[in-house]
């Protein structure tokens, strides 16, 4: 099986403050990785280093098939991000963040034209394509926002809790977008809070003080703990008490 | 009949073309817990901002604690806490520094009304000389939840205050609300967590400016008109495009490990379900009648209204 990440004892410290301590974790091509801890476990640290903004103080990682020491900038040209926070700008159209964030990712003229036509039918949004965000419901923009964080055809997405504050049926079919994804071979990796979305993932990793306490499926995780829902698998885990 | 804590009657707010609260009426009842809530961009902050005298209506009157949200939002403002969505105390001041300074805003001190806000604070106190913006965001909504109650307000309202914060944070926060509640306060609070909205005296949903409808979270969950079904199996996809394509299927929607199905009424039986779904070649199979939950109903009127 080919990993898209990869890491071996990854650590970094702060001072003497361990926020990431030995994480060893696999992730496969395709596969959705729900990535879960608590607030100030460790998990935007450990998601800085893989995504090549953070240099780890020990321990080994690759990131579609590229070191996080020595290959960051290959690293960023190879995956996607979006968060609820950072995605588009609200006051470039349609058309405008898709040649911009295309022109980030390094994409020629021509081939950026071609996807953001492709993409802009794809979503629906030929009508809209010429208006500012700010004014498009927030399913649109989610739909928008993902979809450009794959347009260079990344090999994995980070995607840092990419439903906060969202409303229950904007979530699903923001889902539907992340099972589409991972069903054509890119792989998620994907914090949340909400543990309906943690029973979403092929498999679960949980943080607690800087450590993977735990790794599994949804289903492996419950029948370890012998508890019925994702939200039970958090708490004791996340109150030290497994 | 006492004053509601909260009275609203026919508010009125727009923006250029849009209207984001639009006639809206409501009553909150004293050392009520009430929720709201709504998908992004429903008006719930428009509404909550102008509760708290931050923006005008365009009509309609609003009071709260008896005062008029315009005419007297000046003794208003004291008998209020508030917690906007985004974070909004000093990132630079330490924790004890935030907590004095809006303290010396309401002209009191933290010693002056420290048993009231023992039980939100206490577990912050180990940290008072940290700085606000290095707190876990767990941390940070206590803080901003000790703020906002520092000079002793009658009514709290609070912009979902625990988007973005963990399970066990959430948790932790809605036990500190209701030992708040307990002490005469009434509350007034929007969440995107549905799990939060069942913790409430009463729920109010909201789109597009206007609710759909106030009731208790029970009563909400109970008004869902269709049989519901949990369904189980292996593939979640090929189980949810199976279902969709049963005649009698009016939504179908995945809901944590289980798909949740509204037919229409009267409903096939669980096993008539089971052995339609085991036909079309989909393996380890449950199906169940099942409890409407204020999720389903949530996204049954959204759906049905939006």
Known sequence: ?242 | MTVPAIEVRNVRKTFGAMEAVAGLSLDVEKEELFGVIGPDGAGKTTLFRMLVTLLVPDGGTARVDGLDVVDDYRMLRTRLGYMPGQFSLYQDLSVEENLAFFARVFGTTIDANYEWIRPVYEPLEPFRKRRAGALSGGMKQKLALSCALIHRPKVLVLDEPTTGVDAVSRSEFWQNLSAVQSTGVTILVSTAYMDEAVQCDRVALMQNGSLLGVDRPQAIAASFERPLYGVRGRSRNELMAALRAHPKTHSVHPFGDAVHVAVSAPGPSPASMTGYLEARGLQGVTVEQIEPTIEDVFMERMQTTG
């Open chain 1, 1 to 242: 099986m080919n990993h898209v990440i990869e890491t071996r004892g990854l650590t970094r410290r702060f001072g003497d403050f361990t926020a990431v301590d030995a994480v060893s974790i696999e992730v496969g091509r395709g596969e959705i990785f729900g990535f879960l801890g608590a607030n100030g476990a460790g998990k935007t640290t450990a998601i800085r280093m893989l995504t090549g903004l953070l240099t780890p103080t020990e321990g080994e990682a690759t990131v579609a098939g590229f070191d996080v020491y020595r290959q960051t900038e290959q690293i960023k040209k190879n995956i996607g991000y979006m968060s609820q926070r950072f995605s588009l700008y609200e006051d470039l159209t349609v058309r405008e963040n898709i040649r911009f964030y295309g022109g980030v990712y390094g994409l020629r003229k021509a081939a950026l034209r071609d996807r953001s036509a492709d993409l802009i039918d794809r979503l629906g949004l030929r009508d809209a394509a010429d208006t500012r965000i700010v004014t498009l419901p927030l399913g649109w923009k989610q739909k928008l926002a993902f979809s450009v964080a794959l347009l260079h055809d990344p090999a994995i997405v980070f995607l840092d809790e990419p439903t906060a504050g969202v409303d229950p049926i904007t979530r699903r079919q923001f889902w539907q977008q992340i099972y589409e994804a991972a069903d054509a071979g890119v792989t998620v990796f994907v914090t949340t809070h909400y543990m309906d979305e943690a029973e979403y993932c092929d498999r679960i990793s949980m943080m607690v003080d800087g450590r993977i306490v735990a790794l599994g499926s949804p289903a492996e995780l419950k029948g370890r703990y012998g508890v019925a829902t994702m939200n039970d698998v958090f708490v004791r885990l996340a109150r030290g008490e497994a």
